[in-house]
């Protein structure tokens, strides 16, 4: 990996943000669909969680390090973080974007995901599974509801998920208590759910153990492929912006926390090892 100062003056990479390190799951997917192109994933893992976190708290955050993913040249931006695109997607696009530079573009996970679900359900009758600051945002609810009228979406915020699977603690019988305690909640409050929304980046990594405690024949969607095609048709839908995206093959990981913490838990979701570099977004303003 070629170090990120080497690379700024001549490339023009996809910027891939996240809270912490959920969104290494959407970046997999993407990179399997779009190999291509050039990529730096900025985690803010020194400030994580962000599910927990006030609306303003996430926005000032989000938009720091959406604001130096433009700053590295990135003209595009993907928020894999579904607290992110929740509480901080539509304030950054129409408020920031003008200010800073009309040209960028800033999407989220949430709507990719809404578009796809019409064809997954039959009952039109789903559940999210989500952390409490997305479950709270109403954020799934509300665009479901602007094309879908007849689909009723049932929320269960998860609050323990993410922190089992960033400290490893996923596999154990433990996790699964909380697991199955989290589903039965869900249906419970709508036996009628025939699909269910994984509406977390670090949940792919128990979905097995997610399908294990549902009932046979309910459909549970993952957000990295939908998100990866979603990308896929936009880059084809605005030349404009894909034009400007440099195509090397090139990944660059960038964290706010400690590079060794960073790579030790990246491991988790890649099952790869990878080199990251430390950024301190204070003393890169």
Request: proline share 5%.
């Amino acid at each position: 990996m070629e170090k990120i100062d080497n690379i700024l003056d001549k490339s023009c990479p996809i910027g891939i943000f996240d809270s912490g390190y959920g969104g290494l799951t959407i970046l997999e997917k993407i990179r399997e669909q779009l190999p291509e192109y050039d990529y730096i994933y900025l985690g803010d893992n020194a400030r994580t969680p962000y599910g927990t976190r006030s609306f303003d708290v996430v926005y000032k955050f989000t938009l720091e390090c959406v604001t130096q993913l433009f700053e590295m040249g990135c003209q595009l931006v993907i928020l894999a973080c579904n607290t992110a695109s929740a509480k901080a997607l539509r304030s950054i696009q129409q408020n920031d974007l003008p200010r800073i530079d009309p040209s960028r573009r800033v999407l989220g996970v949430i709507r990719p995901t809404v578009e796809l679900i019409e064809n997954q359900t039959h009952t039109r009758h789903i559940g999210l599974l989500a952390t409490p600051g997305t479950v709270q945002s109403g954020s799934y609810p509300l665009e479901i509801a602007k094309l879908y009228k007849d689909i009723t979406v049932t929320s269960e915020a998860c609050p323990l998920w993410v922190a089992l699977i960033e400290n490893n603690e996923h596999r154990n019988q433990g996790a699964d208590y909380f697991i199955r305690k989290n589903i039965d909640n869900l249906l419970k409050n709508d036996p009628l759910i025939d699909t269910v929304i994984l509406g977390c980046t670090h949940y792919p990594l128990i979905q097995d153990r997610i399908e294990a405690f549902l009932p046979k024949g309910i459909n549970v969607i993952s957000q990295g492929k939908l998100v990866a095609y979603s990308l896929a048709d936009y880059l084809k839908r605005h030349p404009e912006i894909e034009s400007k995206c440099s195509k090397n093959g090139r990944i660059n990981y960038l964290t706010t926390e400690s590079v060794e913490k960073f790579t030790v838990s990246a491991s988790v979701f890649l099952k790869s090892e990878i080199q990251a570099e430390h950024i301190d977004l204070d003393e890169n303003k």
